[in-house]
């Protein structure tokens, strides 16, 4: 088994940066392909960004291409997900996710999953 535990989320302007954190115990931290989803009021899950085992091959949304970017220190276990130039619409609650097998955007593929970190971005 596998835990997740995110951090770094809060309340930020449009405009601003954020950084968030998630910390995986349990498993090999280096087995894992990791990604970040996320989920506002109303809506379904979304892909944000997924990284390799490795941590050399990215991928990313839409929606968050050349704003975000996804990372990882396999020696502390922990993917990053930097976030810039935040808008009103990335408001949601942000998901870590790991996967043993294979990387990609779909939600159901991924085996692991955090609690959560709330983002508003609002002025």
């Known amino acids: 088994q596998v835990h997740l535990i995110e951090s770094g989320g809060g309340l930020v302007q449009p405009g601003d940066s954020l950084r968030l954190s998630c910390v995986a115990s349990?498993?090999?931290?280096?087995?894992?392909?990791m990604g970040w989803f996320r989920q506002a009021p109303g809506k379904e899950r979304e892909f944000v960004a997924a990284i390799t085992m490795s941590g050399a091959s990215t991928y990313y949304g839409d929606d968050v291409k050349d704003r975000f970017t996804i990372s990882r220190d396999n020696d502390k276990s922990t993917v990053y997900l930097q976030m810039n130039s935040l808008k009103v619409e990335d408001t949601a609650v942000y998901y870590c996710?790991?996967?043993?097998?294979?990387?990609?955007?779909?939600?159901?593929?991924?085996?692991?999953w955090g609690q959560g970190t709330q983002v508003t971005v609002s002025s």
């Open positions: 349990g498993r090999a931290f280096y087995h894992l392909s």
């Open positions: 996710a790991g996967r043993n097998q294979g990387i990609g955007h779909v939600a159901d593929n991924y085996n692991y």
